[in-house]
């Protein structure tokens, strides 16, 4: 069984603590050799810094950082993401693709942006996917 796999074992904390970790070890073998791993990067670390999305289960998509309140996919698309662009700076979109909040020219800035719009009781990640979080 791999490392996440037994973290989800033991519960929705220690996913996410194990994911953080892993996804943060990823990208930091990728930024030796990739702009936007390098960009991700220094996002995940300004994401990891910040309590209120340290809590929640990380992951990327092209590059994209998203955060998710549940620990199984398919996630949930209630908090915004951030894109990083080729110019190097940030766009914030979400929590739909389609809605863009804003854009900054450093991670801090980004991240900002996505505390600011987090909905409200916005807690810790929780077991399950976003279908069981609709049926509950």
């Not at 220690?14 to 970790?21: G, H, N, Y």
Request: glycine share 8%; proline share 7%; charged share 20%.
């Amino acid at each position: 069984m791999s490392e996440l796999a037994e973290a989800h074992e033991r519960g929705p904390a220690e996913a996410v603590t194990v994911q953080w970790r892993l996804l943060l070890e990823d990208l930091r073998r990728e930024a030796d050799r990739l702009d936007l791993a390098r960009q991700t990067l220094a996002l995940a670390e300004a994401a990891f810094a910040e309590p209120k999305l340290r809590q929640l289960y990380p992951f990327t998509s092209h590059w994209s950082l998203h955060f998710t309140t549940c620990t199984g996919f398919p996630y949930s698309w209630d908090v915004p993401f951030i894109d990083p662009l080729s110019d190097g700076r940030y766009r914030v979109c979400g929590p739909s693709r389609g809605t863009v909040i804003g854009e900054g020219d450093s991670a801090a800035a980004a991240i900002s942006m996505v505390v600011g719009a987090l909905p409200a009781n916005c807690g810790p990640a929780a077991a399950g996917t976003a279908n069981d979080q609709r049926r509950g």
